[in-house]
């Protein structure tokens, strides 16, 4: 099925996609799903998938665009999607994100009540599904506020590093924009963390950006540890770069052992013994990952910049990418 015409486009959503047919049918029907779909429209960026994602999206009503696998690029590529999108408002998201209830658009939306604000965040949340790490289940002990962010130049620049890297946490997986804002301020030319370059950008501009953790999506990744150290060191490479941001050491204590022991094998149903103890050594090994990418990157800054530039590109030159099996 071609990609329906339609008129008065409000929203504009976006997705970046490879190799997802693991996800992608769910990600699209619960976009589908929406209360405001009859106003939206999806714009799907292909980078060469090789398995039946393009034969799925076949079936629904959205436009497939073709990007050569050569030329993706987290913060260009999605800058093409705004550029072919025709609503007020731009919405980027993934493969392997689904909306958690049909209001997902309409809580972003929202918050652009004030026409100040070029940009709303979401929440993502995994859900309590047994083939995903309990110890990430969503276990919310309050509802989240919304919170707005607002500073001059002067102002954002007195914060600690720490404390710029918080305010600027946007993310891709669940963001909504003003299109005029992403014009104004398009995507750098990033591999990773163009998101999180976006806000600072924003926020360096005077624009107005707010976290909206009721607009919640599922997303989750089941993680081998060649992958944690990947995103963590590629975390912590941006974060350094554009923050400041030194990162602390991992720390595996044993209080925090046993809150893993606990989660896993106490507090959590419908799980195999033998499904527990997989589960008890996956998160031994993402901790092992994570604390290999601080040691190198570590090691790495105390020589010079410029082989900590010369290291990410030898581990993290092409982006991470997760792993389908569990």
Same mark, same amino acid.
């Given at each position: 099925?071609?990609?329906?015409?339609?008129?008065?486009?409000?929203?504009?959503?976006?997705?970046?996609?490879?190799?997802?047919?693991?996800?992608?049918?769910?990600?699209?029907?619960?976009?589908?799903?929406?209360?405001?779909?009859?106003?939206?429209?999806?714009?799907?960026?292909?980078?060469?998938?090789?398995?039946?994602?393009?034969?799925?999206?076949?079936?629904?009503?959205?436009?497939?665009?073709?990007?050569?696998?050569?030329?993706?690029?987290?913060?260009?590529?999605?800058? =093409?999607?705004?550029?072919?999108?025709?609503?007020?408002?731009?919405?980027?998201?993934?493969?392997?994100?689904?909306?958690?209830?049909?209001?997902?658009?309409?809580?972003?939306?929202?918050?652009?009540?004030?026409?100040?604000?070029?940009?709303?965040?979401?929440?993502?949340?995994?859900?309590?599904?047994?083939?995903?790490?309990?110890?990430?289940?969503?276990?919310?002990?309050?509802?989240?506020?919304?919170?707005?962010?607002?500073?001059?130049?002067?102002?954002?620049?007195?914060?600690?590093?720490?404390?710029?890297?918080?305010?600027?946490?946007?993310?891709?997986?669940?963001?909504?924009?003003?299109?005029?804002?992403?014009?104004?301020?398009?995507?750098?030319?990033?591999?990773?963390?163009?998101?999180?370059?976006?806000?600072?950008?924003?926020?360096?501009?005077?624009?107005?950006?707010?976290?909206?953790?009721?607009?919640?999506?599922?997303?989750?990744?089941?993680?081998?540890?060649?992958?944690?150290?990947?995103? =963590?060191?590629?975390?912590?490479?941006? &974060?350094?770069?554009?923050?400041?941001?030194?990162?602390?050491?991992?720390?595996?204590?044993? &209080?925090? &052992?046993?809150?893993?022991?606990?989660?896993?094998?106490? &507090?959590?149903?419908?799980?195999?013994?033998?499904?527990?103890?997989?589960?008890?050594?996956?998160?031994?090994?993402?901790?092992?990952?994570?604390?290999?990418?601080?040691?190198?990157?570590?090691?790495?800054?105390?020589?010079?910049?410029?082989?900590?530039?010369?290291?990410?590109?030898?581990?993290?030159?092409?982006?991470?990418?997760?792993?389908?099996?569990?």
């Amino acid at each position: 099925m071609s990609a329906e015409l339609k008129k008065d486009i409000l929203i504009s959503i976006v997705i970046p996609v490879k190799n997802g047919d693991k996800w992608i049918e769910k990600c699209i029907q619960g976009i589908i799903d929406q209360t405001l779909f009859p106003k939206s429209e999806i714009i799907v960026l292909d980078s060469g998938s090789t398995d039946s994602t393009l034969a799925i999206l076949a079936n629904y009503p959205v436009q497939v665009i073709h990007i050569p696998p050569n030329e993706f690029n987290h913060g260009l590529t999605r800058n =093409h999607g705004v550029q072919v999108a025709k609503g007020k408002f731009v919405v980027m998201t993934v493969q392997d994100a689904n909306p958690v209830d049909n209001r997902w658009l309409e809580k972003l939306l929202e918050c652009f009540e004030d026409e100040a604000v070029a940009g709303v965040c979401g929440q993502q949340i995994v859900p309590h599904d047994i083939d995903k790490n309990p110890v990430d289940w969503y276990l919310p002990v309050s509802e989240p506020a919304i919170k707005i962010f607002n500073f001059s130049k002067e102002e954002f620049d007195l914060f600690s590093p720490d404390q710029k890297a918080a305010i600027c946490s946007w993310d891709n997986v669940n963001a909504m924009y003003r299109r005029i804002s992403l014009l104004q301020i398009p995507f750098r030319n990033s591999l990773f963390g163009e998101d999180a370059i976006w806000a600072l950008d924003a926020i360096q501009m005077g624009k107005t950006i707010v976290y909206q953790p009721s607009a919640r999506v599922f997303h989750y990744h089941n993680e081998n540890r060649d992958f944690v150290f990947k995103r =963590h060191f590629t975390t912590n490479y941006f &974060r350094y770069i554009y923050f400041g941001v030194i990162p602390a050491k991992p720390k595996l204590t044993l &209080r925090r &052992r046993i809150s893993i022991i606990k989660i896993i094998f106490f &507090r959590t149903k419908n799980i195999s013994l033998r499904n527990r103890c997989l589960w008890w050594k996956y998160n031994i090994e993402r901790f092992k990952g994570k604390s290999d990418a601080y040691k190198i990157f570590i090691e790495s800054i105390k020589i010079s910049k410029e082989e900590l530039d010369a290291v990410h590109e030898k581990y993290c030159g092409i982006p991470p990418l997760a792993p389908k099996s569990k």
